[in-house]
């Protein structure tokens, strides 16, 4: 490295403290309102000094929303249960659906592999409301509109494709030889894919799986098209509870923090496979 | 199958598994290919037709009517500049900054790398929820950001509800997003850059813009290009944060491809246009995710070479 001025010290301080305050200052700020009421959230100019209050949250927790002129009931808790089920079931159903596949696509060559990888993989680029129009009507015709098992399904056009193509690239890195080796010590095909081919390709898994379940939670549309109160994840939920809490700014706020928080959790447990996961397996750095 | 299978040599086994396998693992994958195919060619079907719901007996095939009317349909052609502008300047702020962050953050020092893994906290946040927090701050009445909009002289700062600044402020928060995905790609890109030519370069006292524009730039092309194409495809279909922020509105200002689409469908029940504008949408993201197809292909290949 060249000899550092201090003037290009200061700059670059100075340039990734404004950059650590743009990206960071937003949740900063909504976690400083989930502890406020809206007395203190309405003051001008706005101020950081509050008696912080965990009523926010209890009304959350205890689906009862304190209003000014009536008490309402809310199914905050419901949308946040939801978006666990539905991100949970999902990978679980992509990863045992996808898995295999990617095995076969990466290692078992077989004739129209490769369009369909292609097929897929184009698809997972294609407008979402494409499919989904269409499905809306197709689905109220055969009884799954507005199920967990339609959701599911419809959450599998996300999931697979991006399971089956980070996946499918571990597997490529597998090196042959080590599976014929197994197979030559005379263990068949099932034992060389559980012993041998998941074992390693399991950081790839892991990191498929981690942000297939980042993409699942964070899914608006599909919800939002399919789903009626009842079934909807926190962020299809969290439109519809601005308009229904009125001017709960806090409780609000504090719905988007415990919607955040999941994510937020696994990003910062699981930080590596994360990265790798992000770059699509495109680059080894 | 493997029951009845076992008493053949090992061979023998060997073969038929071979020549079945792979259909019966990728079935599922098969299946989901089906389940979008059927939805996207009634989609087409669909583009082609006179069909509303409010009027199911009108329903018939017009051919390319749809698409004809869109020549001089005003409302499309906005849809158009409006999505071309929304990609535009996302994608470009995006890539300026996510370029500068990663080159702030190259060296490998723990700092660096607890600084790059916060700065994915916004990208972790579902955009739906996103518009929400920014909503929340740039609310007229209590909004930090309205408040620091009047110190520095503007009193009448509307944001999202002002026609002026509805798109700015969409590009904000897709900004704000969306950068950290840039950021950490380029990163990845730059740490990957192998050693030699930049040790040369100091060695030789070259001028570091020099260097910057003559060895890192054309080295890093690759990664740039496979990041801004994902981000150009994803955002000129972004619905999520322009929803959840203004619905479109406030008027026609923020209607893009797929809010346009999605409105059309809901609220007027014009399923034929709304499928049509989807069609043309969907054209030139395919063309668009060939080429990103295609090069991420060959850099994935690349960098397994390397490896």
Redesign the interface.
Known sequence: ??SVSTLERVL?GT??SL??F???F??F??FL?SFQTNET??????SMVFEPTLTNYRSLISGTLEGSTATLEIRFMGNLYNSLFLSVTSVTVGLL??V??A???AK???RG?ED?A??????R???????????T??FQKIGLADTYVGLI?VY??IV?PLI?WIVR?YF??IPSDIEYAH?IA?H???STFTKIALPLAGPGIAAAGLLAF?FA?????FA??LASADKQP???G??AF?TASGIN?GQ??AG?ML??AP??A???YA?RY??EG???????? | M?AHTTDMP?KQ??KI??RY???V??????L??I??????F??VA?SLQRYRLSQPWARQYNWGENYLNFMTDPAFWNTLQVSLTYAFLTVGIELLLGL??AL?LQKRTRFNNF?S??????????????S??????T?P??G?LS?WATLIGIDDMRWASDPSTAMLTVVLVDV?VY???IM??LL??L??LPRQPFEAA?LDGVP?LFVFWKITLPMLTP?LL?AVLFRV??SI?Q??II??MTQGGPGDKLTV??VE??LN?FQSTN?GR??AL??I??VI??I???I??KN?LR??ER??GE?
């Open positions: 490295m060249q670059r340039a990734l950059v650590i743009f990206f960071m937003p949740i700020w909504i309102m959230i309405l003051r001008v100019p706005p659906l996808g295999p596949a095995y076969a696509f078992l060559k077989f592999s369909i292609f097929t897929l993989l184009s698809f680029f294609a407008p979402p409301l494409l499919v989904l129009l269409p499905l009507i197709y399904w599998q056009l697979l089956l690239g490529e890195d197979r005379g068949g095909f099932w980042i939670w964070n899914n608006f549309i939002l098209v926190v962020t299809v969290a439109l601005i700014y609000i706020a988007i919607s955040i994510t937020f696994l990003a910062l930080q994360l990265v992000l770059s699509l397996g495109a680059v080894k750095g | 493997s090992p086994r060997f598994s071979k396998l792979p259909y693992l990728s079935l599922p994958a098969l989901v290919c389940g979008i195919l059927i939805p996207f009634t989609a669909y500068g962050i702030l600084v893994i916060m700065l994915l906290m916004p990208l972790m946040t579902a955009p739906a929820l996103a929400l927090m920014w909503k929340l701050m609310n009445g209590f930090v408040y704000w950068t950290p995905f950490i790609l990845a890109g740490r990957s100091e570091r990664f496979t495809i994803e279909q619905f999520d929803y959840a491809f797929q689409a999605y469908f399923v709304s499928a989807l069609m949408l969907w993201t395919y668009l995710s060939t990103f197809i991420w850099l994935r960098a397994r490896a």
